[in-house]
DNA sequence: CTAGACCTTGCCGTCGATGTCAAGGCAAGG
DNA sequence: CCTTGCCTTGACATCGACGGCAAGGTCTAG
């Protein structure tokens, strides 16, 4: 399989891939005229790196899985280095999520007072002429 | 007030003073020798960037509430451009918010699985050997 | 022979809010 | 005069995951 057919069932670019294989992701032989060659396995690192990725982690957070997958495991998930990675992120998205809890409360509050303050302004704008 | 003086006493750089001024957040006169001079307003000014930018808002969203705030209003937020702006970032961040409530349950279910999986082999090897 | 559809490497551009460095002007004190 | 410490503008660097383009090699079909 070549990059564009490889990167055309991922659902990805041939740009994309090739920029995977400089960070150490994806590692493809190469056939007699240079082009990069692909096999099965391949396919489905791909697939795990741009679930990880949707979910919002980074390639470098990613590396561990596919070291997971290749070392013959049916899932990316299970190895120490990968639980220690979903642990991690975990926690930090339960930050972010606190974090984001506070800053909607914040919003919300600033957005009623501001409306509170226009809707005044108003009563008296209407109370006041004639 | 010069600019130096001015970084400090809202807690940020010179550098980052001009930054807003090329985006057109404030606007110093400038004494004989060129030097930016600002007034007393302009460090309220800084603050309220400052405050907007620690929830999440760019630069571009900020602008509004600085001309509100320069236009003579206590508070950044009443005046009708603040108040969309106000309400287009609660939407967007509840829509995020939804969003990593499902990235959450994901990697809880993810880390769960490894886990267990982990257990398993952990419990099949306990009992094969002997 | 040539067109077209692949492939290769390499390098610049993106976005946002700064940091950092360079080269120089201005003010005040010893 | 010289140093110190401000200030000025301008330009490049950062981070991440690519997109886009250029210049060129390769393969296949007509």
Redesign the interface.
């Known amino acids: 399989m070549l990059i564009g057919e490889l990167a055309e069932r991922a659902g990805t670019s041939p740009r994309t891939l090739r920029y995977y294989e400089t960070q150490g992701l994806v590692r493809p032989q190469r056939s007699a005229n240079g082009y990069r060659v692909y096999d099965e396995a391949e396919l489905r690192v791909v697939h795990e790196i741009r679930a990880l990725l949707a ?2 982690f980074g390639l470098d957070d990613i590396r561990p899985f596919v070291a997971c997958l290749r070392a013959g495991h049916s ?1 990316g ?2 190895c120490p280095d ?2 220690a990675v ?2 991690r ?2 926690a930090e ?2 930050a ?2 606190d974090r ?2 506070g ?2 409360r ?3 509050d ?2 009623t ?3 509170a ?2 809707e005044e302004r108003c009563l008296r704008r209407r109370g006041l002429p004639r």
Chains 1, 2 share one sequence.
Do not use: F, N, T, W
Request: hydrophobic share 45%; aromatic share 4%.
């Open positions: 979910v919002g899932s998930d299970v990968s639980v979903l642990r992120k975990l998205v339960d972010y999520l984001l809890g800053v909607r914040q919003l919300h600033q957005l007072q501001a409306i303050h226009r």
